[in-house]
């Protein structure tokens, strides 16, 4: 079946612009993760989506990070203002059910570079 | 100290060779561990969980965690060139996943 999807693929932007980043998880997928992957770095959690609970924003860096999503569909990551050091490529990830935080799919990623 | 430290490599080895991936892990309640693939500017990919001590063999591939030394390995059999590729390992805190920066493996003929 379809795999976790991503847009746009690559991203460059002027520094202090807000840009929006896309995730459709996979279908039935309760779970949802953003992580951001900055170069030569480990994977760092963002947000998590379970179902219809609030989610866990712990990972947010600042308050120009937000997220949403609907139901148990498409998310979207919303970044405003942004500045260089937000260069990074933003993986979503989605999971069967929010008690199997083990088995996460990843999408390919959105590569982001701000000028 | 990180919560999960991986040596970053780079590990090159022939093909056919086996080759040792691992990682430490800090916190002794860490229960679940995973091994993730990633190639060059793509998402990872899921490899293989295991569940507390023990080992999970798939295909050429090996998990084995050992929590008595806080010590988690991916042995991979026969390597191919195809294998070429990042390899982090991760485990569960606090509903979310906790990666290591990954090894980067070369396979070369």
């Known amino acids: 079946g379809a795999g976790v999807s991503q847009s746009p693929s690559n991203k460059v932007t002027e520094k202090g612009k807000d840009v929006e980043l896309r995730c459709d998880p996979i279908?039935?997928?309760?779970?949802l993760y953003w992580y951001r992957q900055r170069l030569g770095q480990g994977l760092e959690f963002l947000i998590y989506f379970q179902g219809n609970s609030a989610p866990d924003k712990s990972g947010l860096p600042s308050d120009r990070f937000s997220a949403e999503r609907t139901g148990e569909s498409v998310s979207t990551l919303t970044i405003q203002r942004t500045q260089q050091e937000d260069s990074a490529v933003y993986l979503c990830?989605?999971?069967?059910?929010?008690?199997?935080?083990?088995?996460?799919?990843f999408g390919p990623g959105t590569r982001l570079t701000v000028t | 100290q990180k919560e999960v430290e991986q040596d970053p490599g780079p590990l090159s080895v022939p093909e056919g060779a086996i080759v040792s991936l691992n990682c430490t892990y800090s916190?002794?309640?860490?229960?679940?561990f995973m091994w993730y693939r990633q190639y060059s500017r793509k998402g990872p990919e899921l490899l293989m969980y295991?569940?507390?001590?023990g080992n999970k063999e798939d295909g050429r591939f090996t998990a084995q965690v050992d929590k008595s030394s806080k010590y988690i390995s991916l042995f991979i059999r026969d390597s191919q060139p195809s294998d070429s590729a990042t390899y982090l390992c991760a485990t569960v805190g606090a509903d979310k996943l906790i990666f290591g920066t990954g090894t980067r493996l070369q396979v070369f003929p």
């Open positions: 279908s039935g997928h309760t779970a």
């Open positions: 990830a989605s999971s069967p059910h929010f008690s199997r935080h083990y088995e996460q799919y």
């Open positions: 916190n002794s309640a860490f229960q679940y």
């Open positions: 295991t569940y507390s001590s």
